[in-house]
């Protein structure tokens, strides 16, 4: 690394809804934009291609089943013609980018983040360790190999998690022993409290609660964090199988943002269903001013009392005999 100052986008936008080729097109089109405003390092959404689909939320595994295999036809292959066009220009922008997709492997999909180096190079994948309530009916379970969730390049050490992910504190901890420097928050779309009195709901399922979340991470990491958020438009709530329900408002789901290792939002607030690439001008020498006052895994430790317990070792399906 160069240079300590660096300029960061997180993504918040309108997925091409069950459609691979089109988010591939529109991934690329937002790493050129990005790349047009001088950023460095972007983090997307999760799963970000093809979206993430609400309607497992809202309505019952009969009414999805068509939903959920055109979702399944369209879901990415990390080693594919879709993901080369993708790495070829990250490769062309020079940046580094985080991208969440729903990963296809084999008949089997998984909540993914692939770390693409300026060099086009897959860096390290991942996949999210346990998908949260109804999606465990859609997503596997990432394996050991996704515990490591930072990875060294140009621009400082990059980490990354996915959604529920932030709220797993050994995860979280895990990460910060891995002393990462940027850390990208990829998130679905996420909304405010409907009325109580017509659909009941926890304030935990909020953009509100998620941005708290991902805000917490950054004091109590001492980290910079880019939230990447999707949003929902009223003209896709039919394919998602999302009308008449009363949670996904639209247009809305964004909440994203971009925080200092103290905690303090880098840049303006944007509209719930504003479609942008937020950036902000970082300095990671920055980040040693909260870790005088907090290192987490570091002088603020006991490890004398608490400590971590981590299996690093990934399970096979099939293991053969010798």
Not at 75 to 87: E, G, N, T, V
Not at 252 to 260: D, N, Q, R
Not at 286 to 309: C, E, M, N, Q, W
């Amino acid at each position: 690394m160069t240079s300590t100052k660096i300029r960061v986008g997180a993504v918040q936008a309108e997925p091409v809804w069950l459609n691979l080729e089109g988010s591939v097109d529109k991934t690329i089109a937002l790493i050129k934009q990005s790349a047009q405003e001088g950023i460095q390092v972007l983090g997307f959404p999760e799963v970000w291609i093809p979206g993430y689909p609400w309607g497992i939320w809202t309505t019952s595994a009969i009414e999805n089943v068509n939903m959920i295999h055109e979702y399944m036809h369209n879901s990415l292959i990390k080693d594919s013609p879709q993901m080369r066009r993708i790495q070829d220009a990250v490769k062309e922008a020079g940046m580094f980018v985080v991208l969440g997709y729903s990963e296809r492997d084999g008949a089997s999909l998984y909540m993914a983040q692939s770390f693409i180096a300026p060099s086009g190079e897959i860096v390290h994948h991942r996949r999210k360790i346990k998908p949260t309530h109804v999606e465990r009916t859609l997503w596997g379970d990432g394996q050991a190999d996704s515990l490591k969730t930072v990875v060294d390049s140009p621009f400082g050490r990059i980490g990354g998690l996915n959604c529920w992910e932030h709220l797993q504190p050994l995860l979280r901890y895990y990460e910060y022993s891995q002393r990462v420097q940027i850390h990208i928050a990829s998130w679905p779309a996420e909304f405010s409290m409907p009325d109580p009195s017509v659909q009941p709901w926890l304030y935990h399922e909020t953009g509100e609660a998620s941005y708290r979340a991902s805000q917490f991470m950054a004091i109590e990491g001492q980290t910079f964090v880019l939230v990447a958020s999707q949003i929902l438009t009223e003209g896709n709530l039919e394919m998602n199988n999302l009308v008449g329900n009363h949670v996904t408002k639209t247009p809305g789901g964004g909440f994203s943002m971009i925080f200092g290792p103290d905690g303090k939002p880098l840049c303006e607030p944007v509209g719930v269903g504003e479609e942008v690439v937020l950036k902000a001008d970082i300095d990671l020498r920055d980040i040693d001013r909260a870790k005088t006052f907090i290192d987490t895994v570091g002088h603020y430790a006991r490890p004398d009392l608490l400590s971590l317990l981590v299996n690093p070792t990934a399970a096979k399906h099939v293991t053969t005999m010798k």
